[in-house]
């Protein structure tokens, strides 16, 4: 299990942060996913043996929004 922040761009409101999560957390492998609208950033919390980061960047680009880059990572 992996946690990473991804940088999001095209949030205009909270219910933007709450699709976000909803996209994400359909993917399998994705455990959680937790987007903020205030800091226009999403931490997913993922299997990396189950998606890929493109697959969740793909999916955040699905939904409407630009998802930029890995801005930190966190392995526990
Ligand atoms: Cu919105």
Do not use: N, P, W
């Amino acid at each position: 299990m992996i946690k990473k922040r991804f940088q999001i761009q095209g949030m205009h409101c909270a219910s933007c942060a709450m699709l976000i999560d909803g996209a994400l957390e359909d993917l399998q492998g994705v455990k959680s996913a937790s987007a903020s609208y205030a800091r226009q950033v999403v931490d997913v919390e993922y299997d990396e043996a189950k998606v890929s980061e493109e697959a969740i960047l793909s999916a955040v680009k699905d939904a409407g929004y630009t998802a930029i880059a890995s801005l930190s990572d966190q392995r526990g």
